[in-house]
């Protein structure tokens, strides 16, 4: 602590032990009674399960009934950062449980468990955490999934942005489902379950950055229900893809690679928000890079596209869902659009960082 | 306003464009301008929908191209130092200079921030006294009016910390320059819409004229560059030339009168380094002397610097329609958006970077 710090809450006043309460203070980072009371008040509270409840450091859980068949474990880990940490339509939370849930679902398989991870930066208010852990409890229920193990860090103000929460989470595929980005095939047809760009332009339009207001809610959600419904109608779906990061172009791209298939779109056919699409449209975005995280590709066998459009409009998460091409055999690793006035042209990845254009 | 049904047309675009086909009865060769008009052909796969008659090349109107890489390294120096904060158009941030670019200024520690507006960059500049703030002040007519107030008001506040690296550059001294070179192609010219949205045509007029060239104001829709091109080509066809307005629910004759004047108070003409064009001679604005307290290049005495080009790259005859990226032994192989050799390739409105992320493996 420097001495010349005379404006400096910790500098002069008198060490009494508070009560740390409202905000997160390294302490409860400890290991000690801090940590432990953080864990009960927040995390215990909201995501109360017996298996949580133990407090273990491990969880020891039971496979489901479908594993008393054959089938495979199917195990996904990811780390959540995003700035702001509640925004229109979700929060970091529902985030962090959406993502293991969608991830652990493109397989095809019924995502169980799931242990998270929480990295504080010093100074987070509780009723913050509350407000995030519930939030994760809330899309926990919606899935169907148990969040059993937990760990928690604070680390220095300035050393990590409010949170960050790694989750892992586990599920069982059932035999039989061969589900892949490697399983597309010509005469396939590419779905997609609903509007794009809709989290990705709610994220910047609540970090200040649009410099107009729009009403424009993230599509967070968990995807697993609607997917086992696809799968009911339609069992031989090849590629199931949660296009993220990167958005739509992105992940057809990473398809085509895996399949080493050309996939063409028809610009008409992807459903945008017009909303997004205004504020695509100002700022120089193509919707089609903008980030998703309640939406799936559904790459399957013609036969079976009607039935799955139908379950999909029958579902809250799918009512908007279109489709939005066809798998081809050439130009291989190539995905190409159809224009809306009838030119063909490439689909790229993104090349770096989406970046607001100049005039 | 629905783009897909109005300006996104399929029916309108196509009959428009066989109406361009029976119009045409021998090649031409049109320029547009404007690199976000460039983009616009790539994206709509417009390009592929065209007559084999016309020939369409893309002229140097990408503001992040054509700022001198003197400058680009100038820009790098001056957001390096640790009392900065640096604030740019997010373009500006891939652009290469001579050795780096501001991504890696920024990863370096560099106080290098996106903005999306230079009052913004004003703003920063009111909140952070203790700063030096420093604008990116590059592009055409178009970012001008912009950049002046931002300059404006900052005197308003009686900032000191605030300034602006100035590389402003304007479309008819470029035209001139096309149009005067012993190789140019050049018969039309699709004229910026945003351009003349600030400026007007009426400084269009003169080069007409003087070059029997057709010049016609174009938005950038797909349906205004199909228009834009059919007007062109009927001046062409017919042996005429003036400047026509295929944009006129944006752009007036005289333009914005108070964005000149404002424009017209801050800055003056000077001759300007085009990359890899050269030198233009009056083509370009630059500070008054009465706003010099704002000039970057004034209040950080930078040594000359010694900046070096790729001998490969070919931007410079791209960008002045002489040749197009596939005449780039270095177009997708080793020059790439992740590394670019030239600006061309680096920005999302240059020519390379278009033909790269729209068309690379096609035709």
Known sequence: MSNKSTNSFEGLVCPIPLNHKKFIVIGHGSGGRMTHDLIRDIFQSSFGNPILNSFNDFAGVILPDQAKMKGRLCISTDAHIVNPIIFPGGDIGRLAISGTVNDISMSGGIPLYVTASFIIEEGLSFDVLRTIATSMNTAALEAKVQIVAGDTKVVEKGKADKLFISTTGIGWIPEGRQIGGEMAQEGDVVIISGTIGDHGIAVLAARGELKFSTTIQSDVAPLNQLIQNILETAPHVHVLRDPTRGGLATSLNEIALQSQVSILLEEDAIPVNPEVRAACEMLGFDPLYVANEGKVIIILPANEADAALKTLHHHPLGKNAEKIGVVKKEPTKRVLLKTLIGGTRIVDMLAGEMLPRIC | ?????????????????????????????????????????????????????????????????????????????????????????????????????????????????????????????????????????????????????????????????????????????????????????????????????????????????????????????????????????????????????????????SGNQHAQKIIEQVYEPCDQQWRGIGLIPMSGWRLRKEYSQFDASMKFKLEAMHTHESEICIAGQILQGLKKPKDCPAFANICTPESPLGATMVSSEGTCAAYYRFARDRE
């Open chain 2, 1 to 253: 306003m629905d783009f897909k049904t109005e300006f996104r047309n399929k029916t309108h675009v196509q009959s428009a464009l066989k109406e361009m086909g029976k119009l045409l009865t021998r090649p031409w060769v049109i320029m547009e301008i404007c690199g976000g008009q460039t983009h616009a052909i790539m994206q709509y796969g417009l390009n592929e929908l065209l007559p084999e008659e016309l020939e369409i090349v893309h002229g140097p109107g990408c503001p992040v191209c054509v700022t001198p890489l003197e400058l680009v390294d100038k820009a790098i120096t001056i957001a390096s130092q640790p009392d900065v904060i640096f604030t740019s158009f997010g373009d500006m941030l891939r652009v290469p200079g001579s050795d780096r670019d501001l991504f890696s200024v920024r990863a370096a520690g560099g106080d290098v921030r996106v903005v999306l507006s230079p009052l913004d960059a004003v703003q920063i500049a009111h909140e952070h006294p203790e700063k030096q703030v420093v604008f990116f002040a590059i592009g055409f007519e178009t970012t001008a009016p912009n950049n002046v107030i931002s300059v404006l008001k900052a005197r308003e506040l009686g900032l000191t910390n605030y300034s602006v690296l100035v590389s402003q550059v304007r479309v008819p001294p470029a035209m001139h320059a096309i149009l005067g070179a012993p190789h140019n192609r050049v018969q039309a010219f699709l004229a910026a819409g945003h351009v003349c949205a600030v400026m007007g045509y009426h400084e269009y007029e003169p080069i007409s004229k003087q070059y029997h060239v057709p010049i016609v104001v174009t938005g950038f829709e797909p349906l205004d560059l199909v228009y834009g091109m059919l007007d062109a080509i009927r001046q062409l066809e017919s042996g005429k030339s003036m400047v026509e307005n295929a944009y006129s629910r944006v752009v007036t004759r």
